[in-house]
């Protein structure tokens, strides 16, 4: 299936790039995408790289309707020495074929994938940003184009990758944030598409967010879907916790997202011969060690801002604040070590990190 070649037609018309200190996340867009198609006759063909445009698509295209859609979050990392990095991408296309299995959508290569995201990447170097904490976010995605509003799986697709310089998540170390634990809405459920990265999980998550912002917290800790007992994640993060000593993460269950930050921190703390149980925890289990002072620190997962800490956390008319409101030891040091190994500043044991440019 890689045979392909991807075509490539410069931007003449390239934008002025943003200050490298005052990006934000997800408001600038490169020069360039990547695209290939998908009928049913060719399968995935025409890969090509194109100057950054708005798509053509038909009002009935079926991504518009029912949301047949997926998607990824990776990042490239610009090091000290100039070189251009990327952190575990084939985890990130593993995890696109199986959210597009779940959502009935064909298959992608996942190595020409990666070689493309490289290619793509690579003519847009000048992009990746050089201020401390900053990269360039890569999202790649999948949606469905055939218009018809019959609801059944799309007969085309469109593959696509865009690129987004964004500025570091903490301006000063990472900051402990106030979370509500969320028991009106639920983000997922067994059965659903919790496990896949589609964006009905994201607009359906939106309502609950917007309600807690009001009252100043930065995001909900989203409970099981049936029983809304055991913890599930944070906002679009998974969670850990650390209690005496040992640290708890929800086990995967059908409706946790599994991130790649997850599986990289399980790993760095098992390396660090530090337990690490994966197994299912309510919040009474969790108020519980609180009120006993075992709870020691919370924090959440995700590519976005690597590790963040939780400071407080606000469940049925109780407030819980875990670590003086600080910054845990654990959650520190997770950072430091991802965040070193992704620049390109710390040893990479585990070989996570890809080379685009050297
Ligand atoms: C993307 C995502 C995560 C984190 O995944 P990473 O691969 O670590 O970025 C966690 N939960 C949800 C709901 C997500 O969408």
């Known amino acids: 299936m890689s045979e392909y070649t991807i075509t490539y037609i410069k931007n003449e018309q390239p934008k002025e790039k943003p200050q490298s200190d005052q ?60 070189k251009i990095q990327l952190f575990r991408p084939d985890k990130n296309m593993e995890r696109l074929n199986r959210s597009n299995d779940r ?43 055939e218009p018809y509003l019959g609801v059944s799986p799309s007969a085309t697709y469109q593959f696509i ?21 969320e028991n009106q809405f639920v983000r997922a459920v067994k059965g659903g598409t919790g496990e ?13 967010q917007e309600q807690v912002a009001d009252e100043g917290y930065a995001q909900v800790l989203w409970l099981d879907g049936v029983e809304k007992k055991y913890i599930e994640e944070v906002g679009s993060m998974n969670v850990f916790f650390k209690i005496n000593g040992e640290i708890v ?30 197994r ?23 590519t976005a801002a690597v590790i963040s800490p939780v400071g407080e956390l606000a469940w049925e008319g109780k407030k819980m604040h875990i670590n003086n409101g600080e910054t845990g030891e654990i959650a520190k040091k997770l950072y430091d070590t991802l965040t070193g190994i992704q620049y390109g500043e710390e040893k990479d044991p585990f070989n996570w990190i890809v080379k685009v440019k050297y």
């Open 280 to 302: 299912k925890i309510t919040m009474d289990e969790l108020y519980d060690h609180y009120q006993k002072g075992e709870l020691e620190e919370a924090f959440g997962s995700g």
């Open 249 to 278: 993460t929800p086990a995967l269950n059908g409706s946790i997202l599994e991130g790649v930050t997850r599986n990289s921190v399980i790993e760095l703390l098992k390396h660090w011969d530090i337990t690490v149980n994966e």
């Open 103 to 145: 959502m009935c959508i064909p298959e992608i290569d996942e190595e020409f994938a990666i070689d493309a995201i490289k290619h793509l990447v690579h003519i847009d170097q000048e992009w990746v940003p050089n201020a401390p904490g900053t990269s360039l976010y890569i999202r790649p995605f999948v949606i469905s184009t």
């Open 23 to 82: 990006l934000s996340f997800g408001k600038y867009f490169t020069d360039h995408m990547f695209i290939q198609d998908y009928n049913p006759e060719k399968g995935w063909h025409n890969p090509r790289i194109v100057p950054y445009q708005p798509l053509v698509l038909d009002p009935a295209a079926i991504v518009f309707h029912y949301g047949q859609t997926v998607f990824e979050g990776l990042k490239a990392y610009r090091t000290k020495r100039d």
């Open 161 to 181: 990758v865009i690129l987004s310089p964004v500025g570091a998540y903490y301006e000063e170390g990472i900051n402990p944030v106030k979370i509500a634990v």
């Open 196 to 208: 896949a990265k589609t964006a009905g999980n994201y607009a359906s998550s939106l309502k609950a």
